[in-house]
């Protein structure tokens, strides 16, 4: 097991879309495990992938307040989508920053699971605004982009700021 590093707003890597995993192997099971391992530690309820710079279509999300009901897809897809919720979200790649996002509360995803099988489920709630947020970084997509132009703008000021003012050598 390993604790991947996660990328921070503004790096241009995570507007990098992923590409679909071709076969389920032991590569992304490990894949999926770093990835729990990582977003538990952050601590997070969600992680993609493209946010530790693996441009594969895999995402985990645990959203119970144990941890204990741990959900890995690999080639999201929502299929539906019905519903409205206007929720605050927050992201691992954007630490400290949160905002109101306007998302379904209600959808149905397709995958496949980490051994290889595909599956549909229904999420509604927090989880389905996780799983929407994930799937976005999957696309290249930041919850910041959900945000006005002038939100967006003073986001990225204060990272570059936040940027420069850390000492040489600090983990990005």
Not at 45 to 65: F, K, P, W
Not at 113 to 124: H, I, K, L, S
């Amino acid at each position: 097991m390993a604790r991947l590093t996660i990328l921070e707003y503004p790096d241009p890597r995570l507007r990098t879309r992923a590409e679909p995993v071709e076969t389920v192997n032991d590569e992304i099971r490990q894949l999926v495990v770093d990835l729990f391992e990582t977003m538990y530690a952050a601590p997070g309820i969600g992680l993609a992938a493209t946010q530790v710079n693996v441009h594969r279509r895999v995402l985990v999300a645990d959203v119970s307040e144990e941890k204990n009901q741990p959900v890995a897809l690999i080639n999201p897809e929502i299929i539906s989508a019905e519903g409205c919720e206007i929720t605050e979200e927050g992201c691992l790649s954007v630490p400290g920053y949160y905002d109101r996002v306007e998302r379904p509360d209600t959808i149905r995803v397709r995958a496949l699971n980490v051994d290889g099988e595909a599956f549909e489920m229904e999420a509604e709630g927090l989880l389905a605004v996780c799983i929407q947020h994930e799937i976005d970084h999957l696309d290249g997509k930041l919850f910041v982009d959900y945000l006005s132009e002038l939100k967006r703008t003073r986001l990225r000021k204060r990272a570059s700021k936040t940027r420069r003012q850390e000492p040489a050598g600090a983990a990005l």
